[in-house]
């Protein structure tokens, strides 16, 4: 008899509902900065791209200033997420250090104000008192709860700097390499790197929507329309420095 692997629709919590949905992870550190620095490296660079070629310079010129581009602003992308991610966690963890030392100096007032956040959601003053009480029992599980519902912090999910560094580091190259590629190839015109970037554009917006709740023609079409408008201002401000320097 072969055995049957558990659907998402058969399990249960342990009071015996059945689970009727599964989150996608949104707090692990690496989604925003992964999807911002494929966007970031995909639209700078391919405006920074047109901006050269605009201007009129060689192939070779506009290859090296993309290669440029997509060393300095992967570098500077993960730097800036780095210290980003990292504040972010000294802040929440400085906070935690302060709601641990009252849990252990006042854990009856703290109690006391646990217990009042589920009053003033609707819990029975009595049920709440009581669910205020199991939940202080452990230290560990007292202090998630009260981060969770004093500050909106879980102390067991903070991000990682290092995580959120790394992703947009290398997503950063993936966007910016994109519309670079064909001049490295031996390309001569901006045409196939725009080709390239637009529908790049567009599958960056279309990958966001799964993780949101917008259409993905509309997530699509914004990236695309935004990108463009990057891309057109840049390519004509070279364009415009360009015949001046010439």
Known sequence: MTSRAPRAEDARHPVGAPIGHEHSDVTGGWLRPAVFGV???LVSNFALIAGVAGAGAAPRTVALTGLAGLVAGAFSMAAGEYVSVASQSESAQAQLDLERAELLHNPDGEQAELAQVYIDRGVDPELALEVARQMSVDPVEALRVHALEELGVDPTELPSPWTAAGSSFVAFIVGA???LLPYLLGASHLTAAAIIAL????????????FTNRHWLFSGSRQLLLGTIAAVVTFAVGMAFGAVVT
Do not use: E, Q
């Open 39 to 41: 966007m970031d490296g």
């Open 177 to 179: 390499l994109l519309p």
């Open 199 to 210: 529908i790049a554009l567009f599958g960056t917006g279309v990958l966001t929507s799964r």
